[in-house]
């Protein structure tokens, strides 16, 4: 195992449970209330939903590092006379901004498109991971924290392109 690897994963599940309380209240979600709670707990799930489930986390992150390989594919040449740095950095930035902003709209069609054992199958992991909150309030949070996330970078993304 990396370093990289342990920090990560020592610091991201402590920076979720602090985070949390705050997103809750900025963005007043709602916790699952206590009777889907038992119905969730209670059902017996297939094996591969566990499969089903880690595939859609696969594909929402891979939507940010599909921008950023090609940013740093395509950005040389889309910024030629540049420092081959600042296709990296747009990438990087473009990145988490995709991780927001496309991650809710796949969720978005992930969530319609799914059965309703399988999207009690999806509440009984985030109970679990302790982001128990609905799933429609996420998709709009995730809209919202994309647009302000890209509100605050966007004198970085003016800088980068005019630089």
């Known amino acids: 195992m990396s370093s990289t690897q342990f920090w990560t994963g020592m610091l991201v599940p402590q920076l979720i449970k602090w985070v949390n309380p705050y997103l809750k209240r900025y963005f007043k979600l709602a916790e699952i209330d206590n009777k889907a709670k038992t119905r ?13 489930y880690s595939l859609w986390f696969m594909v929402l992150f891979s939507t940010g590092f599909i921008v950023l390989i090609w940013f740093m594919t395509s950005g040389p040449t889309l910024f030629a006379g540049k420092s081959y740095a600042v296709p990296v950095f747009l990438g990087f930035i473009n990145m988490i901004g ?8 796949l969720n978005f069609v992930f969530w319609q498109i799914s059965s309703e054992n399988f999207r009690d199958y999806i509440k009984f992991r985030q109970i679990k991971s302790g982001w128990a909150f609905y799933i429609n309030q996420q998709i709009i949070t995730l809209f919202k924290i994309g647009i302000i996330y890209y ?13």
């Open 40 to 52: 969730v707990f209670s059902k017996t799930y297939p094996a591969y939903f566990g499969f089903l």
């Open 98 to 105: 995709v991780w927001f902003i496309a991650g809710a709209t």
């Open 151 to 163: 509100i605050v970078t966007s004198p970085l993304i003016a800088y980068l392109l005019i630089r």
